[in-house]
């Protein structure tokens, strides 16, 4: 079997049914995972057709991240149903203002989707990982793991948390046969970069300064995250993959 094969394991992508997460599923479905789908919305007709075309099981199981109660009983359903091999800490949400006039709701709202939620997961799934000695982690980072960005201190301070957590739960796991990485998407077309997408100027002021030339699509980050969730990743741990066209070298 490839090394890059995910045959016979189950993988749960939070918020895998839009965005970079339908592009991480459909990946994953690709390399031969089953697909577990824990969001607030569920896989629309396309995923779907995709996972029926190549014979994978595609399931969704509610949640909203936002929430620690839904986040741990959806976890448990999850479980009950089949054992997880691979975990992709996808779903983030993203508040814009500027940092003196920034709401402590929204502060308290990113870092429950984006930091808390992604903890208790690496728990939930991670426990019986652990008692396997086998999984995989994947956590979303971002280039704002690197940089401060302008009027999201909230998603910039959660982001980098990611990085520290997933170099936190490597340096405890990594002996115990479970992988934890992340991977650092830059300017990905999805509809959190609506507004920046929708302002020509900036927009091109993006694309000029990639190396790559162009935003990301949702296709460019599944690849990367297959590689870490496969055994050609088995002794890669607590690393930060930047998918960013090049912007993080210039
Ligand atoms: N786009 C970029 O340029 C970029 C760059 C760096 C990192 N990222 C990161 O990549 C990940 C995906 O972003 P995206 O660009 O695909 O964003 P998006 O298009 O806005 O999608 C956000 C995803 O998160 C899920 N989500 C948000 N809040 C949730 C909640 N309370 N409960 C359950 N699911 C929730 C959404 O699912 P439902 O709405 O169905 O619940 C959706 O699948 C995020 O972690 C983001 O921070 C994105």
Redesign the pocket.
């Known amino acids: 079997m490839s090394p890059f094969s995910l045959e016979g394991s189950t993988a749960v992508v939070?918020?895998?049914?839009?965005?970079?997460?339908?592009g991480i599923t459909r990946s994953l479905l690709d390399a031969g995972a089953d697909v577990v789908v824990?969001?607030?919305?569920g896989p629309g007709e396309a995923l779907t057709r995709h996972a029926d075309g190549l014979g994978r099981e595609l399931r969704f199981e509610p949640?909203?991240?936002?929430d620690t109660a839904s986040v741990e009983s959806a976890a448990e359903r999850v479980l009950a149903a089949s054992d997880v091999h691979v975990l992709v800490n996808?779903?983030?949400?993203?508040q814009r203002h500027p940092a003196v006039d920034f709401p402590l709701e929204d502060w308290d709202a990113v870092l429950q989707?984006?930091l808390r939620?992604v903890f208790r997961l690496c728990q939930l799934f991670g426990r019986p990982m652990l008692d396997r000695g086998a999984g995989k982690i994947v956590n979303?980072?971002?280039?704002?793991s690197f940089q401060g960005g302008i009027t999201v201190p909230a998603?910039a301070a959660s982001?980098g948390a990611v990085a520290q957590l997933t170099k936190a739960l490597c340096n405890e796991w990594a002996g115990r046969g479970v992988n934890v990485n992340a991977v650092?998407?830059?300017?990905?077309?999805?509809?959190?970069?609506t507004a920046l997408l929708a302002d020509p100027v900036r927009s091109e002021q993006i694309s000029a300064r990639i190396p790559a030339g162009r935003w990301?699509s949702?296709d460019d980050l599944g690849g990367a995250v297959v590689f870490l969730a496969s055994p050609a990743a088995a002794y890669v741990h607590g690393q930060v993959l930047a998918v960013d066209g090049g912007w993080l070298a210039r």
């Not at 824990?38 to 919305?41: D, N, T």
């Not at 949640?63 to 936002?66: M, N, R, T």
């Not at 996808?90 to 993203?94: E, F, I, P, R, S």
């Open positions: 939070t918020g895998g049914a839009r965005g970079l997460g339908e824990m969001a607030r919305s949640v909203d991240l936002g996808n779903a983030g949400t993203q989707v984006n939620a979303v980072a971002s280039l704002l998603y982001k650092a998407p830059g300017y990905m077309a999805t509809d959190m970069n990301g949702p």
